[in-house]
């Protein structure tokens, strides 16, 4: 059957409805003699009808007019104070997303103050060419230039072969009770042309970066074997990863390393928590925007080891690096292999 578009009815077709209405005619038999969609038709029998009275042609018709001739609702963020906000919290390194839950749960009773992300990103995508317009979206997490269409639920980036979901991993890994087990994902450089590899241990939070020549899949397998294979086989179980086309040869890297590679589902990042806020932590060493192709592994290291020595509160103030020296000096026994 051909797709219908949505547009809105003549004067005639509301004559043809109301002739069929008045003879008995149900709306899904006047949807297909006007060759609408159902509920088009439907739409139009609720919104245009007087109050009481049967659906007549010449009231539905004075009703939309009247419609089409008041000016639409201004969205919110024309509000000086929502506009501000906005940009501060933009500039602070928030996602639209988490600054609509921010408003929610900062002002729970004042409903003017409620956006949703959808809002934000429409209020950014419209604004004029210019100065303002280029440094609001470069603060955006993937600072595209032009809105993308919305993925309504399906995975844009392509299937990677014979990927085993997330659902299929051990149950213990959440409980981050045993190490071994760890989140991995590409940091971009700018225009996406270069990239850093990160791995973090989901029990100690140790970080690892590894050093890629590009972005391809070949790159990060590379470049993650580089890193994994210094790290004692008890303590290279698992590596879960996003959906990325980086980690097409995710198999050839388990075959090297005896690992289990695992795949988060789409657009689920908490379900990578510990890497995603790690990122975070790495964009002050490694700025959005740059070419990090420059960075020598020495360098990196040098990063990794500022955040592997700095003291965490969920390990009780040791340091990822204490904590992980530690478990490598145990014995396999003890570590439950």
Known sequence: ???????????????????????????????????????????????????????????????????????????????????????????????????????????????????????????????????????????????????RPRARGTDRRGQIPHMTPIAERPADVATRTVPGHWEGDLIKGARNGSAVGTLVERTTRLVLLARMDGTDARSAREGFTQKLRHVPAPLRQTLTYDRGKEMAEHERLAQRLAIRVFFADPYSPWQRGTNENTNGLLRQYLPKGTDLSGHTQRELNTIAHRLNTRPRKCLNWATPLEVFTQLRHHSPVALGT
């Open 1 to 147: 059957m051909p797709k219908i578009c949505y547009t809105h009815l003549s004067a005639e077709d509301r004559e043809t409805l109301s002739l069929g209405l008045a003879h008995g005619q149900s709306l899904r038999t006047m949807a297909s003699v006007l060759g609408r969609a159902p509920s088009t038709v439907s739409r139009e029998s609720a919104r245009n009808t007087a109050r009481g009275q049967p659906y007549r042609a010449c009231t539905a018709q004075t009703l939309a007019a009247a419609r089409a001739r008041q000016p639409r609702r201004l969205r919110k963020l024309v509000d000086p104070w929502l506009w501000q906000y906005v940009r501060t919290h933009l500039a602070q390194g928030c996602s639209p997303e988490q600054i609509a839950g921010r408003l929610t749960r900062e002002y729970p009773d004042d409903m003017r103050k409620h956006l949703s992300a959808e809002t934000i990103y429409v209020a950014l995508y419209v604004l004029p060419r210019g100065a303002l317009r280029s440094e609001l979206l470069a603060a955006l997490r993937q600072a595209h230039k032009a809105r």
